[in-house]
């Protein structure tokens, strides 16, 4: 499979744990998005990486929000704390130009 | 501040019909416009693009619109077929020359009836 690969798929976790998502980009592309979806929503942006620079963050991720992509490959995602509002769908995207290509997503559902 | 405005929010068509998605921007700095196609529990998938240079781009039954001047573009579904229900999301970037992040729209549920 050679495309963007999100795991875990699903994520329940109790409010105040902490969970850590993965994001494997497609082969070569230097460049990696993280997105956020809610329900009836369109992704909104929250970071991006060129190779395993952090080059822009959002407003939107709080100081509980980390992100690291160590080599420039594969990135990962680390929400502290979880609140109830963290629920959501997680995706993530590369791309080598303007064409981005998102992987499925890891829905995470804090009880 | 919503950058990409889209409408309708949601849209019923019989099979065979068209689909008409509108989308309209703000800001004159996007030059890249790309329309995403999500299925439940999927990510958005790339359908089709187009840059402000043309006014037009036909890929199979998909087509879309570009008017510069209003800032405005939207997506014609031809001949919809159930297949094709989903929910759409059109989006712009400023990133045709180097990077930047895609703003997306808040969406539009499609559901093509039989």
């Known amino acids: 499979d050679t495309g963007v690969s999100q795991n875990p798929r699903h994520k329940i976790t109790k409010r105040g744990q902490n969970v850590t998502f993965r994001c494997d980009p497609i082969?070569?592309?230097?460049?990696l998005y993280w997105y956020r979806q809610t329900l009836g929503q369109g992704p909104e942006f929250l970071t991006y990486?060129?190779?395993?620079?952090?080059?822009?963050k959002s407003r939107l991720l709080s100081d509980r929000f980390s992100a690291e992509r160590p080599k420039g490959s594969f990135s990962t995602l680390e929400i502290q704390r979880t609140e109830q509002g963290d629920s959501a769908m997680y995706l993530c995207?590369?791309?080598?130009?303007?064409?981005?290509?998102f992987g499925q997503g890891t829905r995470l559902t804090v009880v | 501040q919503q950058q990409v405005k889209q409408s309708p929010q949601s849209l019923i068509v019989q099979k065979g019909g068209i689909s008409i998605i509108n989308c309209a921007y703000e800001?004159?700095?996007?030059?890249?416009f790309p329309w995403y196609q999500q299925f439940p529990g999927k990510g958005p998938a790339l359908l089709i693009a187009?840059?402000?240079?043309?006014s037009e781009k036909k890929e199979g039954r998909f087509t879309i619109s570009f008017n510069k001047s209003a800032k405005q573009f939207s997506l014609h579904i031809m001949d919809s077929q159930p297949g094709d229900s989903a929910t759409y999301f059109c989006?712009?970037?400023?990133?045709?020359?180097?990077?930047?992040?895609?703003?997306f729209g808040p969406g539009t549920s499609l559901s093509v009836i039989p």
């Open positions: 995207a590369s791309s080598v130009d303007t064409e981005a290509f």
């Open positions: 082969s070569e592309h230097n460049r």
């Open positions: 990486f060129q190779n395993e620079a952090q080059l822009e």
């Open positions: 800001n004159t700095a996007f030059d890249y």
């Open positions: 187009i840059r402000p240079d043309v």
């Open positions: 989006a712009a970037s400023k990133g045709r020359t180097s990077y930047d992040k895609v703003i």
